[in-house]
Each structure stands twice: as structure tokens, then as C-alpha cells.
């Protein structure tokens, strides 16, 4: 009786064995959700549906995930930014950054054809402050090179980081100087 239920059992193993890739090719025909964003390779984005009238462009500086970008047409910088999750958040270990201090700034490179001349428009802001609205309606293009820098007002501690060195330097010397005379 063990060995008839044993062979029952290896026989339907078997079986599903033998319908594995009949399985997997029913899950490839079944419409799956699919996200809108996702990764072709390092550094090239997806964002524009398979099929859908789309732009190329590049946005790059203190983003989160900086990178080629395919979006749909008419797709806005304030959008660009937000597919690559904003701009970085400049935290370390001693410093937390006060955001009401900082200020963005947008530089969007554009070759343009007809007089062989690289356009760049800059946009300026801070961040508590509403968007401008001459960014909010900029018209990107495909090949649109998209740099954000975000900028913050120096503290205490970005002082001693420039003026550290040079006085170790100084401190080096005169105790070398000190040491030989």
C-alpha cells in the first residue's frame, strides 16, 4: 500500500513537473499590474508607457536618482524632479539641514539646431517658497540636459571645515620650524 502511494504521489510530481512551463506561459499571457517606473539599466529610467509619445531626457546634480529619464510628452520639470525622487536631503551624522534655508537651482541645457548655439535657462528658488511660475510652465523637450544644485547657507561648521586645515598647516609648520631651530 506505501509503494502504491508513493508511486501516486511521484506520479504527480511528475505531472506538474511536465505543465511548469505551461504554468509560466499562462502568467505571461494574463495581464499583470505594471508600474510606471522602472529601470532599463544603470542610469536609464522609464517613466512613459510602452508605445507612448515620449521624450529623452537627462537630469542629473543633487537628485536622489539622478539618470536619463524616457517621460511622456509634455511631461514638466517640478514632475522630472519628483520621478527622481527629489532633491537629496544633505543629512549627515552632526548636521540635519534646515530646509526653510535652502535655495534650488535649475539649469536646463537645450542645443538649439538652427543657430548651433547650447541654450541654458536658470531657475532660481527656495525652497519654502511657491514654485516660480515661469518653471512651473517651462516646456521641456526631448534631449533636455535637467541639472539641480541645492544650495544652503554656510554654518558654523562649514567655517571650521575650511579654516581646519589651514591653520593644522600652519600649527605643522611652526612646530617643525620650532623643532629644528
Do not use: C, H
Amino acid at each position: 500500500m506505501y509503494k502504491k502511494v508513493k508511486m501516486a504521489a511521484m506520479g504527480a510530481g511528475l505531472v506538474l513537473l511536465m505543465m511548469l512551463p505551461d504554468l509560466a506561459a499562462a502568467q505571461t499571457v494574463r495581464e499583470l499590474p505594471t508600474s510606471r517606473m522602472f529601470r532599463l539599466g544603470e542610469g536609464m529610467v522609464r517613466i512613459a508607457e510602452p508605445g507612448e509619445i515620449a521624450d529623452t531626457l537627462s537630469l542629473w546634480g543633487d537628485v536622489t536618482a539622478p539618470g536619463r529619464y524616457i517621460v511622456p510628452r509634455g511631461t514638466t520639470v517640478p514632475e522630472l524632479i519628483s520621478y527622481a525622487r527629489g532633491p537629496i536631503s544633505l543629512r549627515t551624522g552632526e548636521t540635519t539641514l534646515d530646509w526653510s534655508q535652502v535655495r534650488l537651482e535649475i539649469a536646463i541645457s537645450r542645443f538649439n539646431a538652427e543657430s548651433g548655439i547650447e541654450e541654458v535657462f536658470n531657475f532660481r528658488y527656495r525652497y519654502n517658497e511657491p514654485l516660480p511660475v515661469e518653471l512651473r510652465e517651462f516646456q521641456l523637450r526631448s534631449d533636455d540636459m535637467v541639472s539641480l544644485q541645492v544650495r544652503r547657507r554656510p554654518i558654523f561648521k562649514d567655517y571650521v571645515e575650511v579654516a581646519a586645515p589651514a591653520v593644522t598647516l600652519l600649527l605643522s609648520i611652526i612646530l617643525i620650524y620650532d623643532r629644528f631651530r
